[in-house]
Each structure stands twice: as C-alpha cells, then as structure tokens.
T-cell receptor, first 118, second 116 residues
C-alpha cells in the first residue's frame, strides 16, 4: 500500500528565509507520480508540481525548487526567500500508475502548515 | 483554461438529511474522483469513477455514499443520511491520461459541507 509522510506538522519562518518541506513516500510500484499541492486559507488545492518516478532531475520554478531522491524515497520542496503569501498548508501526494482501477488515485500526506511572518 | 467546477461552495444540512454535491468535470476527461478533507486533516480519497462505473472506493465510501454521472457532464456525490462526522470539505477531481499515461488530477475548489 502506498503511504506519504510529512513529518513536519508546522513550520514558522520569517520573511526572506529559505524553508524546506520534507516528504517521504512508500510504494511497491516502480512507476509512480509525486505531487505537491498548496492549500491557501481559502481552501482550494493549487497544483504546484508533478514528477514521475523515472525523472530524478531536480526542478526549479522561480522561488520554488524540488529535490527528488529515489534512494531515500523523498521528494522535498524548498521555498527560497519566503514571502507572507507563501503561508498555506502544503501537501505532498503520491499516485501509483496502477492501471485501470487505481489510475490517478492520489494518496496525500498529512500536510505541513507553513506560516511566514513579516 | 478549463477547470473543474463544484456547487455549492458551502452547504449546511441537518443530520439525517440527504445531500447531493455537484461537480462539472473538465469536458474531455475520463476519470472522476471525490476526495474528502475533514477540517485540519489530510485529503482522503473516497471514490474513483471511470466508464460509468466505480473503479475503486475507499473504506470511507460506505453504503451511505453513492456517485452518479447522470447526464454526461455532471458528476454527483450523494450522502443518503448525513452524520455529524460527514462535515468536511469535499473535492471533486477529473483526469485524462496523457500519451505517456501520466496523471494530473485537476481539482475543483471544493464544497464545504456542514452537518448540524
């Protein structure tokens, strides 16, 4: 069975600090997808990134970067020079390729509440 | 950009009442999902729907829940007799596998259900 663990329940930083959100996953599949979603106080889920299990290249998008390490089953997310608007709950999620019945089903971690203070 | 839309955004219902949550998935998508998020907790999978039938459901999705795609555009979640513990945010999502079978579920903005 698949599992996603976000060990950090809450993180509090001051604006302009860098912050890394940890995500560790478990899966028996060799083909899977990893995601990060942001949930602002308004409640919607905002898609940030998808990574497939064959692509271990790190990715950078503006102030966001992701570090995918299959050897440690981790997919960590770093925000550089954090801003107050980054305050939200961040969820890591896993989808096994699974074929017809479980295609696209996401297993979410518990989420990390990030608070960025001015 | 196409999006998944959910109505209503907030519904209050009395315990024991039936409630129907509605979703309009993205038009060319083939897979449809409902997820639930109890306040302060993680997002949990409820059910997936493909080819006009349930393809997978979680243990949360008991006989009180049902899903339907009545007219080829809407995708509904019905809770037959609501309980206080059904209070949660319910997210609809839809998906269409790409050529490389990758997946990216598109989520609606959610319906907050409050059972009183």
């Amino acid at each position: 069975a698949q599992k996603v663990t976000q060990a950090q329940t809450e993180i509090s930083v001051v604006e302009k600090e860098d912050v890394t959100l940890d995500c560790v996953y478990e899966t028996r599949d060799t083909t899977y997808y990893l995601f990060w979603y942001k949930q602002p106080p308004s409640g919607e889920l905002v898609f940030l990134i998808r990574r497939n299990s064959f692509d271990e290249q790190n990715e950078i998008s503006g102030r966001y970067s992701w570090n995918f390490q299959k050897s440690t089953s981790s997919f960590n997310f770093t925000i550089t020079a954090s801003q107050v608007v980054d305050s939200a709950v961040y969820f890591c999620a896993l989808s096994e390729r699974g074929g017809g019945t479980s295609y696209g089903k996401l297993t979410f971690g518990q989420g990390t509440i990030l608070t960025v203070h001015p | 950009e196409p999006e998944v839309t959910q109505t209503p955004s907030h519904q209050v219902t009395q315990m024991g009442q039936e409630v129907i949550l509605r979703c309009v998935p993205i038009s060319n998508h083939l897979y449809f999902y409902w997820y639930r998020q109890i306040l302060g907790q993680k997002v949990e999978f409820l059910v997936s729907f493909y080819n006009n039938e349930i393809s997978e459901k979680s243990e949360i999705f008991d006989d009180q829940f049902s899903v339907e795609r009545p007219d080829g555009s809407n995708f509904t979640l019905k809770i037959r007799s609501t309980k206080l513990e059904d209070s949660a945010m319910y997210f609809c999502a839809s998906d269409r596998p790409g050529e490389d079978m990758n997946t990216e579920a598109f989520f609606g903005q959610g319906t907050r259900l409050t059972v009183v």
